[in-house]
């Protein structure tokens, strides 16, 4: 088919990456939906602070014409950096100029979506559609059944449905692997106000605290709190011991974990509130590949799954969209585009993935902290060569 008479393409998930994706067809005039389970108010909340790097989310920002926009959301000084080590030792700090520009500014994941979400077109964008199966059609298209009853026809399915993706199925039979590592995230609200010391020593970036098989690693987000993901190497099924204590037993469970941590990292989790989450951290294999089928594609975590640790995830989400619409600009045909898609997809998740795994059994082994304030002073020197 060539990609002029594309009636509709149907985008799986309303995350950043199929938003990207989403106005970047847009663009195109190549008709799209995005499909997206929850509501439009989960893109107001602020969730998690992600840096987005210059070499990959960014290209994408710009392709789409929306970089000025987002350099006046992002927060420059976000980029602070601070390692240290479960005894309190100070292995590496960073703080970096207000005015100068980096390479990895932050931005809250809600204000990131919104950001995209206004260049869109409302009726590109359909909320409470979670997907449910797909089939294939005589005409050769593929029509998706949603768990509202409804149902959609498409030229191409684009699967951005997240770790546990409901389109993977249909391109593989591969499972996502646990990594070995659980994370309690805690929340310290308002720090500016209620909590200006553990800010003061916090920064205005993230701070990470290694010890071995555990970590503090807090960011500072956009909206004045202090996100805390109190980390462990444990087993698969340790975590739902935490999962079944009341909020009560479970901060006092993560509190003599970290009971021998020096007071100022403690502090990270005496000063939480209650609104607690609980999770595993997955991957796909590095390299997970599929057999191209042309009419239906992964972009994002539901084709490159990896752990949190090189902050690659949204970045390569972004980079796929990019890599898409770079496709869409090489080859006229669908099939075409889809598999020099993914072909350039596989290539650079591959090394992101790498990063990740690598930075995981870095941040989880002895000596974690001096090693990763060593990794970052060397970095700071390359970079001043």
Same mark, same amino acid.
């Given at each position: 088919m060539n990609i002029k008479d594309i009636k509709e393409v149907a985008i799986i998930g309303g995350g950043p990456g199929g938003l990207m994706l989403g106005l970047l067809l847009q663009q195109r005039d190549i008709p799209f939906t995005i499909y997206e389970k929850g509501t439009q108010d989960v893109n107001a909340d602020r969730g998690g602070s992600l840096d987005i790097h210059d070499d990959s989310g960014q290209l994408a920002l710009q392709q789409a014409g929306?970089?000025?926009?987002? #350099?006046?959301?992002?927060?420059?000084? +976000?980029?602070?950096?601070?390692?240290?080590?479960?005894?309190?030792?100070?292995?590496?700090?960073?703080?970096? *100029?207000? *005015?100068?520009?980096?390479?990895?500014?932050?931005?809250?994941? @809600?204000? $990131?979506?919104?950001?995209?979400?206004? #260049?869109?077109?409302?009726?590109?964008?359909?909320? #409470?559609?979670?997907?449910? /199966?797909?089939?294939? %059609?005589?005409? @050769?298209?593929?029509?998706?059944?949603?768990?509202? +009853? &409804?149902?959609?026809?498409?030229?191409?399915?684009?699967?951005?449905?997240?770790?546990? /993706?409901? !389109?993977?199925?249909y391109l593989s039979t591969q499972e996502i692997e646990y990594t070995g590592i659980s994370m309690v995230e805690l929340n310290v609200v308002d720090v500016e106000h209620e909590h200006p010391e553990l800010l003061a020593y916090n920064q205005r970036g993230k701070m990470m605290a290694l010890g071995g098989d555990r970590a503090l690693l807090a960011q500072l987000n956009g909206d004045g709190r202090i996100k805390v993901y109190v980390s462990y190497r444990m087993e698969q099924a340790k975590l739902d011991e935490y999962k079944a204590m009341s909020i009560a037993d479970l901060k006092a469970q993560v509190e003599h974990d970290f009971a021998d941590w020096a007071p100022e990292l403690q502090r990270y989790i005496t000063e939480a509130g209650d609104d607690i989450l609980l999770r595993r951290i997955y991957r796909l294999p590095i390299g997970f590949k599929w057999q191209t089928q042309g009419d239906v594609t992964l972009l994002g975590d539901a084709a490159h $799954?990896? /752990?949190?640790?090189? @902050? =690659?995830? !949204?970045?390569?989400?972004?980079? *796929?969209?990019? $890599?898409?619409?770079?496709?869409?600009?090489?080859? *006229? =045909?669908?099939?075409?585009?889809?598999?020099?898609?993914?072909?350039?997809?596989?290539?650079?998740?591959?090394?992101?993935?790498?990063?990740?795994?690598?930075? %995981? &059994? $870095?941040?989880?082994?002895?000596?974690?902290?001096?090693?990763?304030?060593?990794?970052?002073?060397?970095?700071?020197?390359?970079?001043?060569?």
């Open positions: 929306i970089q000025e926009d987002f #350099h006046r959301l992002a927060r420059f000084d +976000g980029e602070d950096t601070k390692v240290v080590g479960k005894d309190g030792t100070v292995y590496y700090t960073e703080v970096v *100029d207000e *005015d100068e520009l980096g390479g990895r500014p932050e931005i809250d994941r @809600g204000e $990131l979506c919104d950001l995209i979400l206004q #260049h869109i077109d409302d009726t590109h964008i359909q909320y #409470h559609y979670q997907f449910e /199966s797909m089939e294939t %059609l005589d005409s @050769g298209r593929r029509r998706v059944h949603f768990t509202n +009853g &409804e149902t959609t026809d498409a030229d191409l399915v684009v699967g951005v449905d997240g770790a546990f /993706s409901k !389109v993977r199925p $799954l990896m /752990s949190p640790f090189a @902050g =690659e995830g !949204v970045n390569a989400a972004l980079y *796929d969209a990019y $890599l898409f619409d770079q496709a869409l600009a090489e080859a *006229d =045909e669908l099939g075409d585009v889809v598999r020099q898609y993914e072909e350039a997809m596989y290539a650079a998740s591959a090394q992101s993935a790498q990063e990740s795994q690598d930075n %995981l &059994e $870095l941040m989880f082994s002895e000596s974690a902290a001096e090693k990763m304030g060593d990794f970052f002073k060397s970095v700071l020197d390359d970079t001043e060569d």
